[in-house]
């Protein structure tokens, strides 16, 4: 007797449609509920559809040298720029030069318009340089004669720094820091677990005047630091100036950068070429909040090395190097020993902007050039508008020609479709939305033609699966053996499609500037999210439909009739007794 047949199982894709479905409702509710409480409602819009500001920069000559305006160095100046701005998290920027000497710099609304104007126009050139000497920042006053050598009058402790007896007392005073102005920092260290192997700031450092005739300050200099005034903006500007438009291999003065304190600073020790890396980060080990981390190329390592092993010899404050930016000093460290290791880290005062300003201008290089800005305006949204106006209209029309079309010619599967469709738009919509204040993300006219073509691309996909369960039905298959059977030879053409489709959006995105990126940026995520779709939605959406009546049983609105598309007969075994041939 022959054993009984067991019954078959359901495929694992068939088992449980209906928790892919709740899954997705539920990520959909949650990017919904996460524009309530951004309180972003809509997307963030480009330039070109806001408006928003446009600086113009103009090329300013060098000291020592006259040839550095060319097209090479403003092309290079260019490029700088837009990756500055694009660390800011603006994507649809436009930086582009004009004429021989000028570079446009559009930034879309609703971005800090003072943030972009101070990191397009800062050059970045960054040194290291040790100091000589340093002093409050005020102008130092006049001698005034005393009727006593050791009178202690108000004029005479001025004279003399005015804390001498403080600094005698007090030989290691303690670090302090500030928020005005740049980033402010206040230690320079080796990343290290050894407490020896760190450079603590000594900002506060009382003030120490200048040697008279000292061999390491020329008298000239003297006199111009004795009159360098950092308390005022006009000091301070000029101080800088000053500072950034000498040679490497002079001393200069400069001022620290919320104009506190004054120095005297020796040659160059290292550049600001040779950091290869700089990125903020969250100091939570040893408590020191934002900090900026350096990183050294291998020439550079070897001189930062040279150079905190000769101050480490000295005593204070010839034991403390000046990190300056565009003149300014934003550090100035004490060496306690030789740094070894290629990498240091600046640390104190530091908020989470100033961190990643900061790290975004050394990390993205020096610019060749000094710029200033010669005009700032408002750019208004009125040609973009419009534009967005006919691409709406185009893109309505031809989301009207699809549905009539699927209505056409799939019928009831048309609602597979459009439900399809509204679920892509409503994840397109949101995550658009929250990338907004998330990265930056802005919506330009490119972008949203990028979305209108996904329209097409995610109709594809649900036709090329329609199709599948037809050519099934017609094998003389019912619907659901067709749905599944259907299934995989679809989700490999899905999937090369949406591949090719989304290989083509990321080599544009990698190899174009601009606008265009906005294009493949959109063309690249609706792709990803067509494949979302397919899987997640359109697939088990037709297996619950398949057990429907109105579907299984090929109603002639379903789409799915047997008679409609052309079905053979049943597919069946027929069994045939053997026949017994009978003697006579």
């Not at 050791?150 to 004029?155: F, H, L, M, P």
């Not at 004795?226 to 006009?234: E, P, Q």
């Not at 993300?441 to 490119?446: D, E, G, K, Q, T």
Request: aromatic share 6%.
């Amino acid at each position: 007797m022959a054993a009984p047949k067991k019954g078959r199982r359901a495929p694992a894709s068939q088992g449980h449609p209906g928790r892919t479905l709740i899954l997705v409702l539920i990520a959909m509710a949650a990017l919904i509920g996460g524009m309530f409480y951004s309180g972003t409602m809509t997307p963030r819009l480009g330039i070109d559809l806001a408006g928003g500001t446009s600086f113009t920069l103009a090329a300013q000559n060098q000291p020592g040298k006259p040839n550095a305006i060319n097209e090479t160095n403003m092309n290079t100046a260019a490029g700088i720029m837009e990756r500055r701005v694009n660390g800011l998290g603006v994507t649809e920027s436009e930086v582009q030069t004009q004429g021989s000497n000028h570079i446009i710099v559009n930034i879309p609304k609703g971005t800090d318009a003072k943030q972009a104007r101070q990191q397009v126009g800062t050059t970045a050139q960054l040194a290291f340089r040790p100091v000589l000497t340093t002093a409050a920042g005020t102008k130092a006053p006049e001698p005034t004669p005393s009727p006593s050598q050791g009178g202690k009058g108000k004029e005479g402790e001025k004279a003399t720094g005015g804390k001498g007896s403080q600094q005698s007392a007090s030989p290691t005073p303690s670090a302090s820091s500030t928020s005005q102005g740049r980033a402010v920092t206040d230690a320079l260290k080796k990343p290290s677990a050894s407490p020896s192997a760190s450079a603590s700031d000594k900002s506060s450092t009382p003030p120490t005047p200048p040697v008279p005739g000292g061999a390491d300050i020329p008298p000239a200099l003297q006199k111009q630091f004795a009159a360098l005034d950092c308390s005022t903006k006009k000091g301070l500007a000029q101080a800088n100036e000053q500072a950034a438009g000498s040679k490497p291999t002079d001393p200069v003065v400069a001022c620290k950068d919320d104009g506190s304190q004054k120095y005297v600073l020796g040659p160059v020790g290292v550049e600001g070429t040779d950091v290869k890396d700089a990125k903020a980060v969250f100091d939570s080990q040893q408590g020191q909040g934002w900090i900026v981390q350096m990183d050294f190329t291998s020439d550079g390592g070897k001189k930062f090395a040279d150079i905190t092993g000769k101050l480490a010899t000295k005593t204070p404050p010839q034991n403390q190097f000046a990190i300056v930016l565009d003149g300014a000093v934003v550090s100035d460290p004490r060496v306690n020993e030789r740094l070894n290791g290629g990498n240091a880290t600046i640390s104190g005062g530091f908020t989470q902007q100033s961190a990643e300003d900061l790290g975004n201008m050394l990390s993205y290089g020096a610019l060749p050039l000094s710029f200033k800005i010669d005009d700032e305006t408002t750019v208004t949204a009125a040609l973009g508008g419009e534009q967005l106006h006919a691409g709406l209209i185009a893109g309505a029309i031809g989301l009207a020609l699809v549905i009539v079309y699927l209505v056409a010619y799939y019928r009831g599967l048309a609602l597979v479709a459009l439900a399809s469709l509204g679920v892509s738009a409503i994840l397109t919509y949101t995550i658009m939305t929250l990338l907004g204040p998330a990265i930056g993300f802005a919506l330009n006219l490119p972008a949203v033609c990028g979305a209108i073509v996904a329209i097409g691309i995610t109709a594809d996909s649900f036709i090329v699966y329609f199709e599948r369960i037809r050519d099934e039905i017609r094998e003389g298959r019912t619907l659901r053996p067709a749905v599944e059977r259907g299934w995989p030879r679809a989700r490999r053409t899905i999937l090369v499609s949406d591949f090719v489709s989304f290989l083509a959006a990321a080599v544009l995105f990698i190899v174009t500037v601009g606008k265009v990126q906005g294009f493949a940026f959109t063309l690249g995520l609706t792709t990803l999210l067509d494949v979302v779709v397919v899987f997640l939605f359109t697939k088990p959406l037709m297996t619950l439909l398949a057990r429907r009546k109105f579907f299984s049983e090929g109603h002639s609105w379903s789409g799915l009739d047997p008679k409609r598309l052309g079905a053979k007969p049943p597919l069946r075994r027929r069994r045939t007794a053997p026949t017994q041939t009978k003697e006579a």
